[in-house]
């Protein structure tokens, strides 16, 4: 365990250059071999593909437009008056709608992981870095945010400052950075410990160099982890305020705005309730698979 | 010792009597159970400070109201003056304060009279009933599946129980929920003719229970297999099991006795978690089922922009994780004694 990573090891191993492999190539052929995570990859590139190409599909008459409404044929049920899965209550086509809310959901938890990335990287790093007085400061904030149940906070700043787009993404991750804080303070903290750091030091490495050259690439594993499972997290909160009838407004379809509105006449029409919400659980799980494939395959403890 | 050098040991700066105290364990004990305890304090005045501010930052004033005829100038200073909202905020702020130490946490804005320490009592043992139901189901359901996997481990018991607790912990509250009342409401009323579903809405201490209860215990009891899971395998391994099975023990005694206390352990910190998770929960559920607790006056007071209910209510939710959290840890100190008191 203690025994580091020593030059005369590392000779070793560059002798025998056909049993050397890579941490990130070792990784990604350990992922491809977790046919579970594989599965979870192929169903969010699959998401990704309906994303991009519905506003395409719709030009091409292939599919409804998602917000016409048709007075005529509300809350249809599937295969009626032309709707291959039903019609909502204001007669909108609810396959369009449902491959529509994939845009939404895919672009919350993309774009809060950007958001995310550099307060948690930034954050994370001072405090574990530079310690003392700083980390313990930082820490105490982190607390006190841990404090506030994340949904509850993030439905009270959508409430103070409206259901747009931007405040939905502020909210989410507003509530989601200091998991990642954390987590990179804590990488900091191990890594800082180690010789080849100490080694960097003495051989002059400035602080900038050592946190870009050594302490950030070193941590980048676990971080990619908790990035991917941030994205269903923040899916989920979306969703959840859509459902509570705080999120992103109509027309746009979102699917937890799509089952707050079914969900009325659900003994009437259940498909227009039962298409989302479980367009939003297979969704976490594919993101909770690649996310578990991941994890293993990043873990240089389950290396062979 | 040499690491420690330069800083004073702890209790350096007590009076000799109560150094006695902080060097026995349970002296310990007691001053990290005070700390925590005055921990809470800043804690929760920041989280007051937090949401009141965010409260003052919403544009606009509560009296809005979207559409329809706008109040009068006149109405409008009145109201400013009944709620104390004619004040400056800083002044506006400390006497809330003031008034939640008495646990004084105003008038509702939306229910004429009211106060919200009323509304909180009223809507309190609707989500007290099903949260502590929903708690009592966790431990026993989610252990019992955990250890059950765990000594079945890749066998099709195993493969199905974690396939499950992977489905149900990736799945939101609300889905599930939803996901329920079709079935169980909507087909099964549908394929009985009436004759026998779960109701979809509503509260009593009947069958109206059911769904609301599955659905908040679900993440919890999927986290809880897992886990126990994960440190039943490790404690089977140990070499204590080993010698368990060679004396000839009965496995319900190796099981009860040896492997399940220990791999329990884990297992108990993760309570303090689970509490909040059924706090926030509630929101999702009194929702999805129309009951009327606290968590459903939450979501009422956010679209109605009451702000003394929200902001009472953020701050019962905070207290109640805060305490879970402190009490878990404490427990947790009692459960495993190598725990270190810092």
Redesign the interface.
């Known amino acids: 365990m203690a025994i580091p990573a020593t030059t005369v090891d590392q000779l070793i191993d560059w002798e025998v250059p056909e049993q050397q492999i890579g941490l990130w190539t070792d990784a990604v052929q350990r992922f491809r071999r977790n046919r579970i995570a594989v599965l979870g990859a192929v169903l969010i590139a699959v998401l990704v593909v309906i994303a991009l190409t519905c506003p395409l599909l719709v030009q091409l008459h292939v599919l409804k437009d998602p917000i016409h409404q048709n007075v005529d044929f509300i809350e249809s049920g599937p295969g009626q008056n032309g709707f291959l899965i039903g019609s909502d209550e204001l007669g909108r086509d609810t396959l369009a709608r449902l491959l529509f809310g994939s845009r939404v959901s895919l672009a919350v938890g993309i774009f809060v992981q950007a958001i995310i990335l550099p307060i948690g990287l930034a954050i994370g790093l001072a405090s574990g870095y530079f310690g003392g007085r700083i980390d313990n400061l930082l820490m105490r904030f982190t607390?006190?945010w841990y404090?506030?149940?994340?949904?509850?906070f993030g439905?009270?700043?959508?409430?103070?400052?409206?259901p747009s787009l931007l405040t939905i993404f502020g909210a989410i991750s507003l509530v989601n950075w200091v998991g990642l804080a954390r987590l990179v303070r804590g990488q900091v903290l191990a890594i800082k410990e180690k010789e080849y750091i100490e080694a960097a030091r003495s051989s002059g490495s400035t602080p900038l160099k050592l946190i870009l050259k050594h302490l950030l690439p070193n941590s980048l594993g676990p971080i990619i982890v908790t990035l991917t499972f941030g994205i269903?997290n923040a899916i989920?909160l979306e969703?959840?305020l859509s459902?509570?009838?705080?999120g992103i407004q109509p027309p746009t379809p979102t699917w937890?705005q799509m089952?707050f509105d079914g969900?009325e006449a659900?003994?009437a029409n259940?498909t227009s309730?039962?298409f989302p919400?479980?367009a939003?659980?297979f969704t976490?799980?594919a993101f909770?698979f690649v996310g578990d494939g991941l994890r293993d395959a990043l873990d240089p403890r389950m290396r062979r | 010792m040499a690491v420690t050098a330069g800083r004073p040991t702890r209790g350096a700066l007590l009076p000799p009597q109560l150094r006695a105290i902080t060097s026995s364990r349970s002296g310990a004990l007691a001053i990290f159970i005070a700390r925590r305890i005055l921990w809470m304090i800043?804690?929760?005045f920041?989280?007051i400070l937090?949401?009141f501010t965010?409260?003052h930052?919403?544009?606009g004033s509560p009296w809005d109201k979207a559409g329809g005829r706008q109040l009068s100038d006149t109405v409008v200073k009145n109201l400013n003056i009944r709620y104390g909202l004619d004040k400056p905020v800083p002044q506006q702020f400390l006497l809330y304060a003031w008034n939640v130490m008495h646990f004084d946490f105003g008038l509702s804005y939306q229910y004429q009279g009211k106060t919200v320490s009323t509304l909180l009592l009223e809507s309190w043992p609707y989500t007290a009933t099903i949260g502590a139901l929903a708690f009592i189901l966790i431990i026993p359901v989610g252990v019992g599946l955990g250890v059950i996997a765990a000594l079945r481990q890749n066998t099709r018991v195993d493969y199905i129980t974690m396939g499950f607790a992977?489905?149900a912990?990736?799945?939101?509250?609300?889905?599930?929920g939803?996901?329920m009342?079709?079935v169980f409401?909507?087909?099964a009323?549908r394929a009985t003719g009436g004759n026998f579903f779960l109701p979809?809405a509503g509260f009593g201490v009947d069958d109206s229970l059911v769904m609301p209860v599955v659905t908040l215990a679900r993440l919890p009891i999927a986290y809880t297999a897992r886990l126990t899971r994960a440190s039943t395998l490790e404690t089977i391994r140990q070499d204590y099991v080993r010698t368990a099975w060679a004396k000839g023990l009965a496995e319900r005694l190796v099981v009860m006795r040896h492997i399940l206390k220990n791999s329990l352990i884990p297992v108990v910190t993760t309570l303090g978690p689970t509490f909040?998770f059924l706090?926030?929960g509630s929101?999702?559920v009194e929702?999805?089922f129309a009951i009327p607790g606290i968590g459903r006056a939450?979501?009422t007071a956010?679209?109605s922009?009451d702000y003394p209910m929200?902001l009472g209510?953020?701050i019962l939710?905070?207290v109640v994780?805060?305490m879970a959290n402190l009490v878990v840890d404490v427990a947790y100190v009692f459960i495993d004694p190598r725990v270190r008191l810092t």
């Open positions: 607390d006190v404090a506030f149940p994340d949904l509850l439905l009270v700043v959508v409430s103070v400052f409206g269903p989920f969703a959840v459902f509570l009838g705080v937890g089952v969900y659900i003994y259940p309730v039962v919400a479980l939003i659980g976490l799980l909770t | 800043p804690i929760l920041f989280v937090i949401t965010l409260m930052l919403a544009p992977t489905i912990a990736s799945f939101p509250n609300f889905v599930i939803v996901i009342v079709v409401s909507v087909l009323y979809a909040a706090v926030t929101v999702i929702t999805v939450f979501v956010i679209e922009r929200i209510t953020t939710f905070s994780v805060a």
